[in-house]
């Protein structure tokens, strides 16, 4: 495209080279902020180009200075089917409340049409897997990132996940889009690397190694350490029930236990979301559509909460002084640079359909005085996990699947995404680059459909 406007440029057309020069920037401008590293590099190549004089003659360079905000929109009735053919009259963008204009509208619907015909039956077993070898290169129009937190995973439901990748992947055809496969520990594992292959990812995920990387899940070895705890309140709450001497100094060790569980889940904590923000980082490079699929038990922003709690439960009393709780603030910045490079994140709730820890099998039980209290403490920490991952969905424009034993719906749901929706751009009425939050909203005309765009972005300084 850029060749093209230089050559426009050159034959003595600047009207019709600015406009193909304002589509390349278009085009290209994945993110909302102009200082973004990848974005000025891009846009000082157009600018350089757009100053190519029109044969010579042109009295002033062509020079485009723009600062847009791009929204990509998914459409869907009440059904989820997404809805195609909507023009750019059916939607309305408001920032921070105002209508601002739609300056720019495409449309991206791939559906079916962008995968590679389905292989020819197979002959025998080995054959069986779908094969890409024989589909024609296309160039990668969008890259799904499926990202599985084996830092606050049970082995147990890591094993759903893994049927779940299995069943789509061999139904997914190879075409133009690229997926990467990673886990997130102790460090950051990749299961597979960037390919365009489905058959690739399947062997990945069926393979021994693949069951090595998720065997000694970090959430197993936290709810011991929990149980551990929990079992120390009991005896303490039975010794100071049955006014026994050791009640006092039972009690007194219990604040440096919850301590102790606070420190080492935040340290757990800090380090996954450190590896989560690389990957965010490393995708915000590119610049074809981009969607990350978190899988996760979901995990507290505030470490040792349910400690404290559980420790509040059993002794409410005011003679144990609770540490005061601060909840991490590491996960704005990935949020941050998630919605400004529209990089929409997906989070699967990996327990699938639950119910409350309280009454699950491994529940210790406990003294009978704090069994009400205990209810709500474990339905409060319960809920703080899924809020976190729904957080996170809501802030990308990506979509929060919980509660649910389906998760393959989740993981085909959030592939038709990146292959069905709408960009929106507009230029802010308000130049104000303050690096404060700045509220989208966007509405369809007809208003029986169901609209999901990220909820805003961060205005960096010119």
């Not at 195609?84 to 939607?91: I, N, P, S, V």
């Not at 990957?279 to 038990?297: C, H, K, W």
Request: net charge negative.
């Amino acid at each position: 495209m850029l060749d093209r406007g230089i050559s426009l440029a050159k034959e003595n057309k600047p009207g019709e080279a600015v406009a193909v020069f304002q589509e390349a920037q278009y085009r290209t401008a994945t993110t909302l902020e102009p200082n973004n590293a990848g974005f000025k590099d891009r846009y000082e190549q157009l600018e350089r180009a757009s100053n190519v004089p029109a044969a010579r003659a042109a009295d002033a360079p062509i020079k485009v200075e723009v600062r847009q905000v791009l929204v990509p929109v998914i459409v869907t009735d009440k059904k989820g089917h997404h809805v195609t053919g909507l023009k750019q009259a059916d939607f309305q963008v408001f920032e921070d409340g105002v209508e601002e204009k739609i300056s720019g509208f495409s449309v991206e619907d791939a559906g079916a049409s962008s995968s590679a015909p389905a292989p020819a039956p197979a002959t025998n077993a080995a054959a069986e897997t779908p094969r890409a070898a024989t589909a024609p290169t296309r160039a990668v129009r969008r890259t799904y990132l499926i990202c599985i937190d084996s830092f606050h995973s049970a082995f147990g439901n890591l094993v759903h996940v893994r049927e779940a990748l299995s069943k789509l992947f061999r139904e997914e055809q190879a075409g133009d889009s690229q997926y990467i496969v990673v886990a997130v520990g102790f460090s950051t594992q990749v299961v597979q690397g960037p390919t365009t292959d489905p058959a690739d990812v399947l062997r990945a995920v069926d393979s021994k190694d693949f069951e090595k990387l998720f065997s000694r899940s970090r959430q197993g070895s936290t709810q011991a350490e929990l149980r551990d705890f929990r079992r120390a309140l009991d005896e303490a709450r039975t010794a100071c029930d049955n006014r026994e001497p050791q009640c006092e100094p039972m009690k007194r060790s219990l604040p440096s236990q919850a301590n102790q569980i606070a420190s080492q889940e935040r340290i757990y904590t800090l380090n996954f979301l450190s590896q989560f923000r690389s990957l965010v980082q490393a995708l915000a490079r590119e610049t074809e559509r981009r969607s990350i699929i978190l899988f996760s038990d979901g995990f507290q922003l505030v470490p040792g909460a349910e400690a404290f709690e559980l420790l509040e439960a059993y002794f409410p009393d005011a003679s144990i002084a609770l540490r005061s709780l601060d909840r991490t603030q590491d996960l704005e910045p990935i949020l941050h640079l998630a919605a400004n490079s529209n990089i929409p994140i997906y989070t699967i709730d990996s327990r699938g359909l639950y119910t409350s820890g309280f009454f699950d099998a491994s529940n210790p039980g406990g003294a009978p005085s704090v069994m009400p209290e205990l209810l709500n403490v474990m339905n409060r920490i319960a809920s703080a996990a899924d809020g976190t991952l729904s957080e996170i969905a809501a802030a990308t424009g990506g979509t929060a699947f919980q509660n649910n034993n389906d998760i393959l719906n989740g993981l085909e749901r959030a592939f038709a995404d990146g292959r069905q929706y709408y960009v929106l751009a507009y230029v802010p009425a308000s130049s104000n680059s303050d690096g404060k939050f700045h509220a989208i909203s966007v509405r369809v005309r007809e208003n029986k459909m169901l609209v999901n765009a990220k909820r805003g972005y961060w205005a960096g300084p010119n």
